[in-house]
């Protein structure tokens, strides 16, 4: 296509827009005619394509409106009076200060320990239990002990506890599992189920593997009336005249029942069934 029919074409096409042409440069004489006009169609055809481009962007893209500025108003501070700075406070003088002791606790008289015992399990609010049945006919050559005297007397004995007027709970064991007692939960709760803490009882472990501990010797540091024995053969007064789960009172004044090693209990459901009931018409009827 000639150069003059280009630009009637490109002016028919793309109406309202200036095109012009670029002066042909002169030809080499050199040259071959038609490689002169090859290179006379490229050039003319590079300004013709910039245009195009131009055109083309103008319409894909609208011109931005212009934004108007806006300045920021300047902060105002007001300015009030100056405030003087906090000054420590003086602390009041202590020279004069009057110290008052408190009043001194009433010291306990057999008549108040008496119109109030104050530990749960005493005396006066006991459960009514059974006397205990007769001792059999003693075996010959053995002496049926008493709250005074007894042939255990000398039987040792260990004690975990500081309340002498609490619950007493007897046991056989080892010196170390014995140490452990306290901390037993199944203790725990049956102390708990009666409402009581092992800070309101007294653990006795009887040191003798056979032998029981005498009712006579436990009374001489221990004023407690209340017998919660985990064993067998674990207190003299009481190897005769009870039954295990079956609690009793022994002299008149002695509440004692009688149970199965704590290891057994812990393990039986029947037998902790038991000794519940027990407990219940011992301490809670």
Same mark, same amino acid.
């Given at each position: 296509?000639?150069?003059?029919?280009?630009?009637?074409?490109?002016?028919?096409?793309?109406?309202?827009?200036?095109?012009?042409?670029? !002066?042909?440069?002169?030809?080499?004489?050199?040259?071959?005619?038609?490689?002169?006009?090859?290179?006379?169609? &490229?050039? $003319?055809?590079?300004?013709?394509? &910039?245009?195009?481009?131009?055109?083309?962007?103008?319409?894909?893209?609208?011109?931005?409106?212009?934004?108007?500025?806006?300045?920021?108003?300047?902060?105002?501070?007001?300015?009030?009076? $100056?405030?003087?700075?906090?000054? !420590?406070? +003086?602390?009041?003088?202590?020279?004069?200060?009057?110290?008052?002791?408190?009043?001194?606790?009433?010291?306990?008289?057999?008549?108040?320990?008496?119109?109030?015992?104050?530990?749960?399990?005493?005396?006066?609010?006991? $459960?009514?239990?059974?006397?205990?049945?007769?001792?059999?006919?003693?075996?010959?050559?053995?002496?049926?002990?008493?709250?005074?005297?007894?042939? #255990?007397?000398?039987?040792?004995?260990?004690?975990?506890?500081?309340?002498?007027?609490?619950?007493?709970?007897?046991?056989?064991?080892?010196?170390?599992?014995?140490? +452990?007692?306290?901390?037993? #939960?199944?203790?725990?709760?049956?102390? +708990?189920?009666?409402?009581?803490?092992?800070?309101?009882?007294?653990?006795?472990?009887?040191?003798?593997?056979?032998?029981?501990?005498?009712?006579?010797?436990?009374?001489?540091?221990?004023?407690?009336?209340?017998?919660?024995?985990?064993?067998?053969?674990?207190?003299? #007064?009481?190897?005769?005249?009870?039954?295990?789960?079956?609690?009793?009172?022994?002299?008149?004044?002695?509440?004692?029942?009688?149970?199965?090693?704590?290891?057994?209990?812990?393990?039986? $459901?029947?037998?902790? +069934?038991?000794?519940?009931?027990?407990?219940?018409?011992?301490?809670?009827?």
């Amino acid at each position: 296509m000639a150069t003059a029919d280009s630009l009637a074409f490109f002016q028919n096409f793309y109406t309202n827009v200036s095109l012009y042409v670029v !002066a042909e440069p002169a030809a080499p004489s050199v040259a071959p005619p038609q490689l002169a006009a090859t290179a006379t169609t &490229t050039a $003319a055809a590079a300004p013709v394509a &910039t245009a195009v481009a131009a055109v083309a962007a103008e319409a894909v893209l609208p011109p931005s409106p212009l934004v108007p500025r806006v300045e920021a108003a300047p902060t105002v501070v007001p300015i009030g009076p $100056a405030v003087p700075p906090p000054t !420590a406070s +003086k602390l009041p003088s202590l020279a004069n200060l009057t110290l008052t002791p408190p009043p001194p606790l009433p010291v306990p008289t057999p008549a108040t320990l008496a119109a109030d015992p104050g530990p749960l399990f005493s005396a006066a609010i006991l $459960a009514e239990l059974p006397a205990a049945p007769a001792a059999p006919a003693s075996q010959p050559g053995r002496i049926q002990p008493t709250p005074t005297q007894s042939p #255990v007397a000398h039987i040792p004995f260990a004690t975990l506890g500081s309340n002498p007027n609490g619950l007493l709970i007897l046991v056989r064991l080892p010196a170390d599992e014995f140490r +452990k007692l306290p901390r037993n #939960v199944f203790l725990n709760n049956i102390l +708990k189920a009666i409402r009581l803490v092992m800070e309101d009882v007294v653990l006795v472990n009887v040191e003798h593997e056979k032998f029981p501990v005498a009712l006579c010797s436990l009374r001489k540091d221990l004023a407690a009336k209340q017998f919660l024995a985990f064993g067998k053969n674990l207190l003299d #007064v009481a190897v005769y005249t009870t039954q295990p789960y079956e609690p009793v009172l022994l002299y008149g004044d002695t509440a004692f029942l009688g149970a199965s090693e704590i290891k057994m209990l812990e393990y039986d $459901a029947g037998r902790k +069934k038991q000794l519940w009931q027990a407990m219940q018409r011992m301490f809670l009827a």
